[in-house]
């Protein structure tokens, strides 16, 4: 079966950092490409960064580019999101995500997410 679990959100002050972590079962990573995905409250999803299954390329939105830095333990099974730098408008609940490829637009495995709140 798989599934995909979230950790290591929380509170934090402007400035701060967060690591997210997201722990595959039922698959290994180089199946998969994995994707960090946000939604606040009254806004659209956004895609945050991925990683892809081939190589371990990382790919990220504009809005989080020298940021946030993604990477993965292959022997963990586990897609690691680390936020530096965070800002109010990071505020939102993450989901990891498994793709067919960082490219593709359907999802095909979703977790439950973790919730980050930036502030003061």
């Known amino acids: 079966q798989v599934q995909l679990v979230e950790s290591g959100g929380g509170l934090v002050q402007p400035g701060g950092s967060l690591r997210l972590s997201c722990a595959a079962s039922?698959?290994?990573?180089?199946?998969?490409?994995i994707a960090w995905f946000r939604q606040a409250p009254g806004k659209e999803r956004e895609g945050v960064s991925c990683?892809?299954?081939?190589?371990?390329?990382?790919h990220y939105a504009d809005s989080v580019q020298g940021r946030f830095t993604i990477s993965r333990d292959i022997a963990k099974n586990t897609v690691y999101l680390q936020m530096d730098s965070l800002k109010p408008d990071d505020t939102a609940d993450y989901h990891c995500?498994?793709?067919?490829?960082?490219?593709?637009?359907?999802?095909?495995?979703w977790g439950r997410g973790t919730q980050v709140t930036v502030s003061s």
């Open positions: 039922g698959f290994t990573l180089d199946y998969y490409a």
């Open positions: 990683i892809s299954s081939s190589d371990g390329s990382p």
């Open positions: 995500a498994a793709l067919l490829g960082c490219g593709e637009r359907v999802i095909q495995h």
